[in-house]
């Protein structure tokens, strides 16, 4: 792979294994993660199949992409792993992806080596074990704000509300406030202390839930800037794979279009032949080809950090966010009486895509964060940087 300018593989040069990545994880997908296993996942008492998920770590090993070789991972990049969340969010994959894979695998990587953390990872790759990231996540990462759990004495007490994939977590990664700054530490779901209650959520194939702990005894892994160190990691990894995430689903819903747009006729001609509907569906391509390129630039940027790796995944979160949804929308309107029904997906994209939106920050908020990290620095240099080519 050639190289940029020294610092590591060129942007968007995409390698043989990273195709047969994606061509082996849609595989995967179009076997295991129908419409129909889909929805008996959501209606089941997890929310996903526990067999399915182990497949997905030992067998196809898309758990292990962000784990380093010598920890018994793939030793992949940043990028690698957007590539797996874009085929299985085109799959509208369950099981938990974005508090396992997304959060706390990025967070114990970066965290300091011990066998607990070692021992966790390990299980984590092979997919024998889950996790979930107990802290508010619904906005950028902010150490001020971050942690609604205090740490004392090796204690943790607090209440985070809706921690995606909570309730089917084999160990809870929360991340707390001690007298020292950050804490990052390991606590048992079914240890004395600890309730969490499932929470309902517009998303059916992503379950949400209320963690209680109450003066709970937890494995410290992190304190100080190491802890916030994993922390900030976690959420920039987490919001370069979600909106990699938001690409698959739109991705999948335009080619769904386009397809019912070629067969669903009207006064004796496809739906797809009238000028409006082919300007619609060009809208939507736009849309995903520019929300591709934000989301990769940010795993680029998260995975080798040539590029300002904040302001890389605020643009692509503010940008994937409302085109994932402005797709699911137009796909729910272009299919017509039947994008209305339960019977049909659409609508289960659809909630995804607003669950999605709403995740690691609105893109208002993101967009604020851009204005704060390009605008806010004018006094200090003559101009902001634009590209020369």
């Not at 792993?81 to 874009?86: K, L, V, Y």
């Not at 934000?294 to 680029?300: E, F, G, K, P, S």
Request: net charge negative.
């Amino acid at each position: 792979m050639a190289e940029a300018n020294g610092a590591g593989p060129q942007e968007f040069d995409v390698t043989d294994e990273q195709r047969e990545l994606r061509a082996g994880l849609r595989r995967f997908a179009e076997r295991v993660h129908v419409e129909a296993a889909v929805r008996a996942a959501a209606e089941s008492g997890e929310g996903f199949d526990r067999a399915s998920w182990s497949r997905l770590g030992g067998e196809l090993g898309a758990l292990a992409l962000a784990v380093p070789e010598d920890l018994g991972g793939a030793g992949g990049s940043c990028v690698d792993q957007a590539i797996a969340a874009e085929e299985l969010g085109a799959a509208l994959a369950t099981g938990p992806l974005l508090g396992t894979v997304g959060l706390a695998v990025p967070a114990l990587v970066v965290a300091p080596a011990s066998a607990e953390r070692d021992a966790l990872l390990a299980g984590l790759s092979e997919g024998t074990r889950t996790a979930a990231l107990v802290t508010p996540l619904f906005a950028p990462y902010d150490a001020a704000t971050a942690a609604a759990v205090t740490a004392e004495s090796g204690r943790l007490t607090g209440t985070v509300d809706q921690v995606p994939d909570a309730g089917a977590a084999d160990v809870l990664l929360v991340a707390a406030a001690g007298p020292d700054g950050p804490v990052l530490a390991l606590a048992d779901p079914g240890a004395a202390g600890v309730t969490v209650e499932p929470r309902g959520s517009l998303d059916l194939t992503r379950r949400v839930a209320r963690v209680r702990l109450d003066g709970v005894a937890g494995t410290v892994l992190a304190t100080g800037d190491d802890a916030d160190r994993a922390l900030r990691h976690a959420f920039r990894t987490a919001g370069a794979l979600l909106a990699a995430e938001q690409v698959g689903i739109a991705q999948h819903l335009l080619d769904r279009t386009v397809a019912y747009a070629k067969e669903r006729l009207q006064f004796g001609r496809p739906i797809g032949s009238f000028q409006a509907v082919k300007h619609r569906c060009a809208d939507m391509l736009v849309g995903v080809e520019h929300a591709r390129s934000a989301a990769l630039h940010a795993a680029w940027a998260v995975g080798f950090g040539v590029d300002d790796p904040d302001l890389a995944v605020s643009i692509a979160q503010a940008t994937c966010s409302e085109v994932c949804y402005r797709v699911a929308a137009e796909t729910i309107q272009l299919h017509g009486g039947i994008g209305f029904t339960w019977e049909h997906p659409a609508h289960l994209y659809y909630k995804r895509a607003i669950a999605d939106a709403a995740l690691l920050g609105s893109a208002e908020v993101h967009r604020e964060r851009i204005s704060a990290a390009v605008l806010d620095t004018l006094d200090e240099v003559p101009a902001p940087k634009v590209a020369t080519g």
